[in-house]
Structures are given as C-alpha cells and as structure tokens.
C-alpha cells in the first residue's frame, strides 16, 4: 500500500439551483472569496491555473489544475492535478429538489517530502485536515450561494 495515496468523497446539500451551484464551482478563481483554506488561484490560461491551499496544519499544498471535463449538462467539473499532489477532483452535482447535491471525489499521490516522510503516523491527521477544509468549503459556498 502506497501511504501516501488518498481517495477522498465529500458529498454537499447546497441550498441554490444546480446551475448556481456549477457556476460557482466553474469559477475556481473566485473559491478563495468563500472556501478559506483555497488561499490563492492564479489562472494560466482558460484551462489551467496554480492553486495554493492550506487548512488546520501549518502547512501549504501548491499544485497546478488543468480542467479536463467541463459538462454543465451532466452536472460534471473534472481537474488534473500535479505538483504536491498528482491525481485528479471531480465534482458531480444533481437537483435534489430546489437545493443541490454536489459529491466531490478526489484521487491523489502527495508528492510534497515532508508528507510523504510523514504518511504513515500523519495519514489520520491528514485525513482529518481534509475532512476540515472541506466542512468549512461547504459551509462557504451554502454563505456565498445564500448571498449571490
């Protein structure tokens, strides 16, 4: 087993439309003004930008997004991902009457050394930071959805 491989599911009841939901989501420059831990996003071009985040540990994950699924009719947002992580996030999102169901599922190697030294007595800390980050994601997007 490769300790430092992580497979994660988030699933989120967000009070707005599907389509409010996507547009959100779809706008990955904007995840800094409602998800915290997503502290910057620098675009590259129309279909790939560097992304900083750092949740609860004092440490930061910098790693390059390159969008390969954008599908607004499927409901479905797909980025690569390499640098301190390598593997890819997926968002899927379905109407659940008039909020929205958005199931996040990421798959990643963590590349970064100190982690990786780290992966076997940090792995439940580290799942408990990612669990964390994506509470306080949720709790972002339900403020800046409810706003909008």
């Known amino acids: 087993m490769d300790w430092s491989h992580y497979r994660f599911r ?3 009841a967000l009070p707005a439309p599907r389509a409010a939901v996507y547009t959100a989501l779809e706008q990955a420059e904007h995840y800094p003004r ?3 831990q997503v502290r910057e996003v620098n675009p590259i071009d129309e279909r790939s930008g560097t992304i900083r985040i750092r949740a609860l540990l004092p440490y930061d994950l910098v790693f390059t997004a390159r969008e390969i699924r954008r599908d607004p009719t499927a409901g479905v947002l797909e980025i690569a991902m390499t640098g301190d992580l390598d593997g890819w996030a997926r968002w899927t999102l379905t109407s659940d009457g008039p909020g929205t169901r ?3 599922d990421q798959e990643v190697d963590v590349g970064k050394p100190l982690l990786r030294r780290l992966a076997v007595p940090g792995r439940p800390v580290f799942r408990a930071n990612h669990a964390l980050m994506m509470r306080a994601g949720q ?3 339900t403020a800046y959805l409810e706003a909008v």
């Open 139 to 141: 709790r972002g997007l």
């Open 10 to 12: 988030s699933l989120w």
């Open 34 to 36: 409602w998800w915290p």
């Open 102 to 104: 958005a199931r996040y």
